[in-house]
């Protein structure tokens, strides 16, 4: 035992309300599942619901991909996943940056030998496809196009199908961050022809952080069958995950999945399907709107333009002399309730107030806007 004196008691977190770049709120019936009997994890029965998680996740991300499935570990890994599989040492990746995220992939792409060519928007600018098409004539060598669908340091949505369809006319395949965008906003992998697709829990699907939902079409396999040299990660190497979460054929086992995790996935998932994607992305929309009307009555306004505005991630204006860290923290503790702050050059200017998947309703954006106005009037 540790020390007679520290009295370490069980753990009983607040019961917050989550409005920020995630994670969101988890509801009841998540939570519930994930509290339900571990099994292991190449029981029959566990593996029956591996199969009902995969055609989920090929709904919710409007594929048929065969290789659609949750890498055990969050956004960032289905990132590196991506990046790891697809990206070979000496290959040409431009990298579009236009937030924190497009930072990230260029660390991903340097990682993993290959050479990021950077085509730069401003923060709380979608990606220029006229900066992409240019940089793809200047690379006739390039091989990848990587891009964030859903920029959430900004609130900004990129224009994920016009942006595919142009790598795919210079023979170029792309990896797309949506990890903030799936089902949040409307995203057709097939329809789109994305190659190679990472998202999250998090985010609006609204299960706990941890799993990172993925998916590659044939081009993307093929190309990651066809290397040169093996994958630089064992435990992201697609070609030994497959092994497990792939086909009909017999699971081997490559690590433990997270057993009870995959459970608030699944379930997650089929609180998506019974709303429908098109209901959900509607929600979205309408709270967003809710949000908007109510902000302005408090003579807030947003940081990005209405035509690319996320609206599971609105990034709004800090009034001039509040300060944000004040409010941010009063808002937690005296009203249990988080949003975000800004990121990088965006940091103190503004708040970022997520209304992702179950967080996403009347009642919160009532209730953020109500916390809000009672604290601005009193810093203010
Ligand atoms: C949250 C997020 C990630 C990283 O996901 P984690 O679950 O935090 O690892 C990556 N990209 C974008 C756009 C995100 O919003």
């Known amino acids: 035992m540790i020390s007679q004196s520290l009295a370490i008691n069980s753990f009983q977190p607040s019961r917050r309300t989550l409005m920020g770049p995630?994670?969101?709120?988890?509801?009841?019936?998540?939570?519930d599942a994930m509290a339900r009997p571990t099994l292991g994890h190449l029981d029959p029965e566990f593996i029956s619901m591996m199969n009902e998680t995969k055609e989920l996740l090929q709904y919710v991300f409007q594929t048929k991909n065969d290789w659609t499935f949750a890498v055990s570990a969050p956004g960032s890994a289905g990132m590196e996943c991506c990046?790891?599989?697809?990206?070979?040492?000496?290959?040409?990746?431009?990298?579009?940056?236009?937030?924190?995220?497009?930072?990230?992939?260029?660390?991903?792409?340097?990682?993993?030998?290959?050479?990021?060519?950077?085509?730069?928007?401003?923060?709380?600018?979608?990606?220029?496809?006229?900066?992409?098409?240019a940089a793809l004539k200047d690379h006739p060598d390039t091989s990848l196009v990587a891009f964030v669908h859903a920029e959430t340091s900004t609130g900004v949505r990129s224009d994920a199908e016009r942006l595919t369809q142009l790598a795919h006319d210079f023979g170029c395949l792309v990896i797309v961050d949506s990890v903030t965008g799936l089902v949040g906003s409307p995203l057709l992998v097939d329809d789109w022809k994305i190659d190679a697709i990472y998202s999250g829990t998090q985010k609006?699907?609204?299960?706990?952080?941890?799993?990172?939902?993925?998916?590659?079409?044939?081009?993307?396999?093929?190309?990651?069958?066809?290397?040169?040299?093996?994958v630089q990660s064992w435990f992201l190497d697609l070609n030994l995950i497959m092994g497990y979460w792939g086909g009909d054929t017999k699971r081997s086992y490559h690590h433990t999945a997270p057993v009870n995790c995959l459970y608030g996935l699944h379930e997650s998932l089929i609180i998506v399907n019974e709303e429908g994607l098109e209901a959900g992305w509607a929600r979205h929309q309408d709270n967003h709107a809710y949000l908007k009307a109510g902000l302005k009555d408090l003579g807030i306004e947003f940081l990005v333009d209405e035509s690319f505005r996320l609206p599971q991630l609105n990034s709004v204006i800090i009034p001039d002399g509040v300060d944000d860290a004040v409010v941010r923290s009063r808002l937690l503790e005296e009203f249990s309730l988080e949003i975000g702050a800004g990121l990088g050059e965006l940091a103190g200017k503004v708040w970022r107030i997520g209304l992702m998947g179950h967080s996403s309703n009347t009642k919160n954006v009532d209730y953020c806007l109500s916390a809000l106005k009672f604290i601005l009037k009193e810093v203010s």
């Open 22 to 31: 995630g994670p969101s709120d988890v509801s009841n019936r998540v939570l």
């Open 83 to 133: 990046f790891a599989n697809m990206v070979e040492p000496g290959d040409k990746v431009i990298v579009c940056q236009n937030g924190v995220f497009g930072g990230r992939m260029r660390e991903n792409v340097e990682r993993c030998g290959g050479i990021p060519i950077m085509v730069t928007d401003p923060w709380g600018c979608p990606v220029d496809p006229e900066k992409v098409e």
């Open 204 to 230: 609006c699907l609204s299960a706990p952080p941890g799993l990172s939902p993925i998916s590659f079409n044939d081009a993307a396999a093929a190309k990651i069958r066809s290397r040169k040299s093996k």
